[in-house]
């Protein structure tokens, strides 16, 4: 079964958070409406980047990856080296990327 990996980026405060999921919707909703210990009362939250994977497994370790790269502009480097055709990407990534937040 497919899962996910995203990262979500606050619109106020511009954190970042890292996860997977196998579904986008209901767990970016999660987020936004507190129930994520680690990202409630720092929102709103909306997807800067997501891909998708062959299984939770492997979702866990690129998961892992990206937490253990502990900086911004580590991860969007990332992003910007292993992004894919079909992966989404917010408008703003390229900003975020040129600025190097």
Do not use: C
């Not at 979500?8 to 579904?23: A, M, N, P, V």
């Not at 999660?30 to 129930?35: P, T």
């Not at 690129?62 to 991860?75: A, F, G, Y």
């Amino acid at each position: 079964m497919a899962f996910y990996i995203y990262v979500l980026i606050s619109k106020e405060s511009k954190r970042f958070y890292i996860g997977q999921t196998r579904d986008l919707a209901s767990r970016l909703d999660r987020h936004n409406r507190g129930y994520v210990k680690s990202t409630a009362g720092k929102g709103p939250w909306e997807f800067l980047f997501h891909t998708m994977v062959a299984n939770r497994s492997e979702a866990m370790r690129i998961e892992k990856k990206l937490k253990n790269l502990k900086s911004r502009i580590r991860l969007l480097n990332w992003i910007g080296k292993n992004l894919q055709e079909e992966d989404f990407v917010n408008s703003d990534f390229q900003t975020l990327f040129e600025d190097g937040l």
